[in-house]
C-alpha cells in the first residue's frame, strides 16, 4: 500500500487550494461542484444527488470486497454473482432515474454526481 505523507490522511485522492488540502473524493467533488455552480440547486435535489452517490458507493464495496477476496474460487463466484444480480438492479434503477429526469441524475442538473461517476 503507497502511503502519501503530505496528506491528511496519508491517501489519495488530495486537492490542495490556496495552501489547504481536501481529501476524500466526495469531499472533494461536492467542493468543486460548489465552486463552478454545479451543485444541486436545492435541498431535495442536493439530497437526492447524495443518496444516489452513497448507492453507487455501496455497489462499489462490493465490488472492492469481491475484489480483495484472496480464495481465487470464492472471487470467481462473488464478482459473477455481482455481475449477474447485483449490477444489473442498481443500473436498472440509475436508468430509470435517468430517463424520469430527463437525462440527468437530478432533474435537469449536471452536478457533482458525474464527477463521482467517473
Known amino acids: 500500500m503507497l502511503i502519501f505523507l503530505d496528506s491528511p490522511f496519508g ?3 488530495v486537492l490542495e487550494i490556496d495552501g489547504k488540502k481536501i481529501h476524500q ?3 472533494i467533488c461536492r467542493f468543486l461542484a460548489k465552486r463552478t455552480g454545479l451543485e444541486p440547486k436545492s435541498e431535495w435535489d442536493s439530497v ?3 443518496s444516489l452517490v452513497d ?3 455501496d455497489l462499489r464495496l462490493l465490488f472492492s470486497a469481491a475484489i480483495h477476496e484472496k480464495d481465487p ?3 470467481k463466484e462473488q464478482i459473477e454473482n455481482i455481475l449477474k444480480n447485483e449490477s444489473p438492479s442498481y ?3 440509475f436508468d430509470k432515474i435517468i430517463k424520469e429526469n430527463n437525462g440527468t441524475i437530478v432533474k435537469d442538473q449536471v452536478g457533482y454526481f458525474f464527477c463521482f461517476w467517473s
Open 55 to 57: 448507492t453507487l458507493t
Open 91 to 93: 443500473f436498472s434503477k
Open 11 to 13: 491517501k489519495l485522492p
Open 25 to 27: 473524493s466526495l469531499a
Open 73 to 75: 474460487a470464492k472471487k
Open 48 to 50: 437526492q444527488a447524495d
